[in-house]
């Protein structure tokens, strides 16, 4: 699974929602402000989570099978029942 960053504040925001943007201030030891938004903290928890991604060398997908699922599935061999797949992912996700 590959992750793309973005840069903070390149998803464009309405006035109304940056407005409502949460910001919060710290002090820092030279006696400076720093404000952080809630953007910054989101990009800093995704960057975070790509560089996890990028640093997993162990790899939880077995590809081949995904591999051998994708073709089975293409060729009819095996069928997929998607209104029961949809019901099983929002009990999974509601819970």
Same mark, same amino acid.
């Given at each position: 699974m590959k992750i793309t960053p973005t840069i903070s504040g390149s998803n464009p925001m309405s006035t109304s929602a940056t407005e409502r943007a949460t910001t919060s201030t710290a002090q820092t030891s030279s006696g400076s402000?720093?404000?952080?938004?809630?953007?910054?903290?989101?990009?800093?928890?995704?960057?975070?989570?790509? #560089?996890?991604?990028?640093?997993?060398? /162990?790899?939880? =997908? @077995?590809?081949?099978?995904? %591999?051998?699922? #994708?073709?089975?599935?293409?060729?009819? /061999?095996?069928? =997929? @029942?998607?209104?029961?797949? %949809?019901?099983?992912m929002l009990s999974y996700f509601q819970k």
């Amino acid at each position: 699974m590959k992750i793309t960053p973005t840069i903070s504040g390149s998803n464009p925001m309405s006035t109304s929602a940056t407005e409502r943007a949460t910001t919060s201030t710290a002090q820092t030891s030279s006696g400076s402000t720093l404000t952080i938004s809630a953007d910054d903290i989101t990009q800093a928890g995704l960057q975070s989570a790509q #560089q996890t991604l990028n640093n997993d060398n /162990e790899g939880d =997908v @077995d590809y081949d099978k995904v %591999a051998r699922m #994708q073709a089975a599935i293409a060729s009819g /061999e095996m069928q =997929v @029942d998607t209104n029961q797949l %949809a019901s099983d992912m929002l009990s999974y996700f509601q819970k």
